[in-house]
């Protein structure tokens, strides 16, 4: 489970990806990410065509990748959705950057098949981009990068001032980025315990801004 500062995220109704112009086609893609590989299902929906792909687990893998479809389906244009995890925004702002829009999707709201069938990750990322294109998903609006930096320094300071043996759920990755921001705002002071998935490791250290 991950810890997020959910005051700045809003959830958006359910709705069809804006088509910036009638000739314009686009290609709903797919993305099914963990550590070890991203899979990925390109859809055009006004040919039916589809095509999967996989590459490393990095940003400049799935660029290549990307690149590959472009040219692939040249003259269209790309919108790319992943579910929401342990990469939070970082993926979604990553390609912002290079120029594709990308959407994060609430888990919950992925229609669940009715039959039984072999669950891969090739499988849900050709789901997931025929779900984005008919429009049955619903997305997260991402915060920017300040209140999402102020926003984990204010869970940690309510976990520490809430009880000193904090939810055993909580996650490695994001207790060091809490760990890591809060010790940037300290500067020199000493580095504190860390929050295991056993609990606390030594005494509370000081708070943030305190």
Known sequence: MMVTSTCYARFLKPQKPKEASMKQSFIYVGLDVDDTQYHGSAFAKH??????????????GLLRQLEKLRQHFSGCAFRLCYEASY????????????????????????????????????????????????GLLMVVSAPSRHKNKTGICCARASIWSSSKRPCASIC??????????????LKAAPIGPSITLAGWSGPSPPLPGV
């Open 47 to 60: 040919t039916g065509v589809v095509v999967n792909f996989h590459c490393r687990p990095t940003l400049k």
């Open 87 to 134: 990469l939070g925004y970082t993926l979604q702002r990553d390609l912002a950057e290079q120029g594709y829009h990308c959407d994060v999707v609430v888990p919950t709201s992925i229609p669940t098949p009715r039959s039984k069938q072999i669950k891969t990750d090739r499988i849900d990322a050709a789901q997931l981009a025929q779900f984005y294109a008919n």
């Open 172 to 185: 490695k990755p994001c207790c060091a980025a809490m760990d890591f921001i809060t010790r940037r705002r």
